[in-house]
């Protein structure tokens, strides 16, 4: 029950300005294509929002 109640403290928002540079990644064709569409519904880039989800997992790492 202490980890659900952890986890509702865990909010994602997305934002929409980075400064960056280039990198190459490969991601399995399914992880792409999810990550697409949640970047399509949110208005923002793919890359975008692949930043995000990598700076929250970096900072909630136990």
């Not at 190459?24 to 890359?47: D, V």
């Not at 929002?49 to 990598?54: A, D, E, F, T």
């Amino acid at each position: 029950m202490e980890d659900l109640d952890n986890m509702e403290n865990l909010k994602f928002k997305i934002q929409n300005k980075y400064g960056t540079i280039t990198k190459t990644i490969r991601l399995p064709e399914s992880l792409g294509e999810q990550l697409e569409k949640l970047a399509a519904k949110n208005g923002i880039s793919f890359n975008s929002l692949v930043i995000q989800c990598i700076q929250f997992s970096l900072k909630h790492l136990v």
